[in-house]
């Protein structure tokens, strides 16, 4: 079982886009019992609470669920139970560098690394609108193929159906 955990500041807009999008994404792609998909932040703002609703419209516009999603902090046991741990942003990825201790940092990388794009980062939608709600979308269903054919090349998960 490979285990990803992505990360954003308070877990409601960007991770748990992340989260919902690739989990869809490895069902998709019949890896659900390889493959463990979660989400948190390096903030504890909005513990326990669900996605901000225009992350949850703007996915739901685009045929997946957030509802499952509650936000969540990162703990000292992620560093140490989960595979990869990735960042939405560089901000996201030094306050996991501060708290992760020395011998899990080769699991923390910024999520769209894994991705052939222009950009490195997710931006942070929360104060914009709703076209800031779709890049991250758009960012994350990119960066997320990228990271199944990763996982997949590198842990030799057969794929069968995915897109």
Excluded at 28 to 40: H, K, N, Q, T
Excluded at 96 to 118: G, N, R, S, V
Aim: hydrophobic share 35%; aromatic share 12%; charged share 20%.
């Amino acid at each position: 079982m490979t285990k990803v955990l992505f990360v954003c500041l308070g877990n409601i807009c960007r991770s748990p886009t992340a989260h919902g999008v690739f989990a869809y994404q490895v069902a998709e792609a019949g890896l659900s019992d390889c493959i463990r998909v979660d989400s948190a932040g390096t903030s504890g703002w909005h513990d326990g609470g669900l996605p901000d609703s225009r992350s949850m419209q703007q996915a739901a516009d685009h045929g997946y669920d957030l509802s499952f999603i509650r936000s969540r902090k990162v703990t000292s046991a992620d560093f140490v139970e989960q595979d990869y741990i990735l960042a939405m942003d560089r901000e996201n990825l030094k306050n996991l560098q501060k708290i992760c201790p020395q011998e899990h940092a080769y699991k923390l990388k910024l999520f769209l690394d894994f991705a052939d794009l222009p950009v490195s980062e997710v931006p942070d939608p929360y104060y914009g609108g709703n076209e800031g709600f779709e890049r991250v979308l758009n960012l994350v269903e990119l960066g997320g193929v990228a990271l199944l054919d990763h996982l997949q090349k590198t842990h030799k998960y057969f794929v069968s159906n995915f897109y």
